[in-house]
C-alpha cells in the first residue's frame, strides 16, 4: 500500500506541476501575441524530436533492465544514457551551425543552442523520471516534479518583466527550471548511490550500442508520431500564417492538458504493468488498462464541457478561434491518450517493430490526409480531422497487437 500511495502522491504532484505550468498560459499568450507565440510554437515542435534522438528512449528500457537484470543495471543504463545524450547534443549543435546556411528559414546559432540545451535537460528529466518511478523514489521525485513547474513560471515572469516576452526567452526559463530539477536529483540522490561497474561484463562502447541499437529501432516510432502530431505547424506556417501557427498552438496547448494528465497517470501504471506482466497476472494488466481508457473519456467529457465557460476569461479576443480548433483536436487526443496504456505490454516484450510498424502506418494515414486537404480546401480545422482520424487508427491497432501478445504469452508462445 505504501507503494501504491506513493505512485500517486507522484502523480498528484506532477499533475499539480503541470496545471500550475498551464496556468502561466493566459499570461504567455497575452505578452507575446500570436505571432511570437506561433514561433514558440514551432521550437518547441523541434524540441520534441531533439528529445527523442537525445535521449535514445531510453526511458523505455531502463524499467525492463531494473526488474529484468538488477537495481545496479538501471543505474547503469541510465548514467551512460545521459551521457551518450550529452554527447549527442554537443554534436547536434555543431551539426546545425554547419547546416544553418543552407535553410530556407532564418535562426540564429544563439536560438539553436537554446533550443538544443532545451531538449537535453528535458531529455535528462524524461530519463532520471523513468529511474525514480522503478525505483519507487516517489518523495524527491514529487518535489521535484512540482519545484519544476513553479520554477517555470517564476523565471518566466522574470525574463518576460526584466526582457521581453520572446520565444527564446520562454525557452531559457523552461531550460533553467528543468536544470535546477535535475541537479536537485543528482545531489540528494544519484550522488548517495555508488555504482558497482563489477557487475555488468558489457564495455562501455557495448553498453552504447546497446542504447543506441534501441532508441534507433523506435526512431520510426516516435519520428512517425512526431510528424503525424507537428507537422500541420509547419503546413499551416507556409499556406496560412504563422500569427495562425499561434491560435493553433494555443489550442494544442488546451487539448495536450488531457494529454500530459494522462501521461503523468500512465508512467505511474507502468510500474505495476510491468511487474504485473513479469508475474504473467494478464488480468490486472486489462483492468488497469480498461479502467484507464474509462477514465480518459469521462474526464474528456467534462473538460470539453468546462473549457468554453472559463475560456473567455481567460485568455484575449485575438485567441478565440483556439477555442473551436479545440473541439477538433480533441477526438485525436483521446485515442493518444488511450493508446499510450496499450504500448506498455509491447516495450516489455521489446516488440519495438511492431510498435514502429503501427506509428508509420498511422504516419502515411496522416500525410495521405494532409495531402489531400493540402489539395482540396485547406483548412485548420480539416488538419485536425485528419490528426483525430490517424490517431484513432494507431489506438486500434495497438489494441489488436497489445490483445495478441498477451495472448500468445498467455498460450506459451512467445519468443524473446
Not at 62 to 79: C, D, M, N, W
Not at 152 to 163: E, G, P, W
Not at 395 to 411: D, H, R
Request: charged content about 10%; aromatic content about 16%.
Amino acid at each position: 500500500m505504501k507503494k501504491l500511495a506513493g505512485a500517486a502522491l507522484l502523480s498528484v504532484g506532477d499533475i499539480l506541476g503541470k496545471l500550475i505550468g498551464f496556468l502561466i498560459l493566459p499570461y504567455l499568450t497575452s505578452r507575446m501575441g500570436t505571432v511570437e507565440y506561433g514561433i514558440l510554437t514551432l521550437y518547441l515542435s523541434f524540441i520534441q524530436i531533439l528529445i527523442i534522438l537525445i535521449s535514445f528512449s531510453g526511458q523505455g528500457l531502463l524499467p525492463v533492465k531494473f526488474i529484468q537484470e538488477s537495481e545496479t543495471a538501471g543505474l547503469i543504463f541510465r548514467r551512460d544514457n545521459i551521457n551518450l545524450g550529452i554527447v549527442i547534443s554537443i554534436f547536434l549543435f555543431l551539426i546545425s551551425l554547419l547546416i544553418k546556411p543552407f535553410l530556407h528559414f532564418s535562426i540564429s546559432a544563439y536560438d539553436l543552442f537554446w533550443i538544443i540545451f532545451a531538449a537535453l535537460v528535458q531529455a535528462v528529466n524524461v530519463i532520471n523520471l523513468s529511474h525514480l518511478r522503478i525505483s519507487q523514489t516517489y518523495r524527491i521525485a514529487t518535489i521535484g516534479q512540482f519545484a519544476l513547474s513553479v520554477m517555470n513560471v517564476v523565471f518566466t515572469v522574470i525574463l518576460f518583466t526584466v526582457l521581453t516576452g520572446s520565444a527564446i526567452n520562454r525557452l531559457i526559463a523552461v531550460s533553467f527550471s528543468f536544470l535546477f530539477v535535475q541537479l536537485l536529483y543528482s545531489f540528494f540522490i544519484y550522488s548517495k548511490l555508488k555504482i558497482d561497474n563489477s557487475k555488468t561484463t558489457l564495455s562501455l562502447v557495448c553498453r552504447y550500442k546497446e542504447i543506441f541499437l534501441y532508441g534507433v529501432s523506435l526512431w520510426p516510432h516516435h519520428g512517425s508520431y512526431w510528424i503525424k502530431s507537428t507537422i500541420d505547424r509547419f503546413f499551416i506556417a507556409h499556406y496560412l500564417s504563422v500569427s495562425i501557427v499561434g491560435v493553433y498552438g494555443l489550442a494544442l496547448q488546451l487539448s495536450s492538458i488531457l494529454m500530459l494528465f494522462f501521461t503523468v497517470i500512465n508512467q505511474a501504471c507502468q510500474p505495476f504493468i510491468y511487474r504485473y506482466l513479469n508475474s504473467g497476472d494478464f488480468k490486472k494488466v486489462r483492468k488497469v488498462q480498461l479502467g484507464y481508457a474509462i477514465i480518459v473519456l469521462f474526464s474528456a467529457l467534462a473538460y470539453s464541457i468546462i473549457l468554453p465557460i472559463v475560456f473567455p476569461w481567460l485568455f484575449n479576443s485575438k485567441f478565440n478561434d483556439a477555442l473551436k480548433y479545440f473541439t477538433y483536436l480533441m477526438p485525436g487526443t483521446v485515442f493518444m491518450c488511450i493508446y499510450y496504456i496499450y504500448t506498455h505490454a509491447l516495450f516489455f516484450y521489446k516488440r519495438n517493430k511492431k510498435i514502429s510498424l503501427i506509428t508509420a502506418s498511422s504516419m502515411i494515414v496522416h500525410l495521405l490526409g494532409i495531402l489531400i486537404v493540402v489539395n482540396t480546401n485547406i483548412s485548420v480545422e480539416y488538419f485536425c480531422v485528419v490528426y483525430a482520424i490517424s490517431s484513432g487508427f494507431a489506438c486500434g491497432a495497438t489494441i489488436l497487437f497489445c490483445n495478441k501478445q498477451l495472448k500468445e504469452v498467455a498460450n506459451n508462445k512467445y519468443v524473446a
